[in-house]
């Protein structure tokens, strides 16, 4: 991350990637990454472990470094466990309850909710994909956006098991 100093920026400081001094930091990191910053001023990122095709948040400048989502599934899909690859197309947003963090199963094709509380607490659920029975692969491109009390999810659609194969672009709001 470069940060702006009011006359340009500061000299770019690596937050993760291969030869990072914290371990859990060094490697294939930074795919699909999002950043948003909160009112104080403090950076906020997702993006994909590309060693563990996780997905996982970081908050510098508060000392915070989680994975979001290890893609252990347990009992779904007929499989007693299964490892998912997870964290593509990660969207990360600030609001006043706390951050919340749209991104794709890729293993799945859902489109899943993370949020975390400002007492650290995630709690994680499916948007789309999980429906009684086929409709298609979600998640593709997801991004997000605050308004007021709600986030509006965009992400793209695949419905090729269809007669006439479909792609849209879905919105969807949650409340926050």
Same mark, same amino acid.
């Given at each position: 991350?470069?940060?702006? %100093?009011? $006359?340009? =920026?500061?000299?770019? $400081?690596?937050?993760?990637?291969?030869?990072?001094?914290?371990?859990?930091?060094?490697?294939?990191?930074?795919?699909?990454?999002?950043?948003?910053?909160?009112?104080?001023?403090?950076?906020?990122? !997702?993006? +994909?472990?590309?060693?563990?095709?996780?997905?996982?948040?970081? *908050?510098?400048?508060?000392?915070?470094?989680? /994975?979001?989502?290890?893609? #252990? #599934?347990?009992? +779904?899909?007929?499989?007693? *466990?299964?490892?998912?690859?997870?964290? $593509?197309? !990660?969207?990360? #947003?600030?609001?006043?309850?706390?951050?919340?963090? @749209?991104?794709?199963?890729?293993?799945?094709? %859902?489109?899943? /909710?993370?949020?975390?509380?400002?007492?650290? %607490?995630?709690?994680?659920?499916?948007?789309?994909?999980?429906?009684?029975?086929? @409709?298609? *692969?979600?998640? =593709?491109?997801?991004? *997000? $956006?605050?308004?007021?009390?709600?986030? /509006?999810?965009? %992400?793209?659609?695949?419905?090729?098991?269809?007669?006439?194969?479909?792609?849209?672009?879905?919105?969807?709001?949650?409340?926050?």
């Amino acid at each position: 991350v470069a940060r702006f %100093n009011g $006359e340009g =920026f500061d000299a770019p $400081e690596m937050l993760a990637g291969w030869g990072h001094p914290v371990e859990e930091r060094n490697g294939d990191m930074g795919s699909n990454v999002d950043i948003a910053v909160d009112a104080e001023g403090n950076v906020h990122l !997702c993006y +994909q472990d590309g060693m563990t095709d996780s997905l996982r948040y970081l *908050a510098p400048e508060l000392g915070v470094d989680e /994975w979001v989502d290890d893609g #252990r #599934r347990i009992d +779904q899909d007929g499989r007693e *466990a299964a490892l998912h690859v997870v964290g $593509e197309d !990660c969207a990360i #947003r600030a609001h006043a309850g706390g951050i919340v963090i @749209v991104h794709q199963d890729a293993t799945s094709h %859902n489109l899943l /909710w993370a949020a975390r509380d400002n007492a650290g %607490n995630w709690n994680r659920r499916v948007l789309r994909g999980d429906e009684p029975g086929y @409709v298609g *692969a979600f998640g =593709f491109y997801a991004t *997000a $956006e605050v308004v007021g009390e709600s986030l /509006w999810i965009s %992400n793209y659609v695949y419905q090729h098991h269809l007669e006439t194969p479909a792609q849209s672009l879905e919105m969807i709001r949650e409340d926050l």
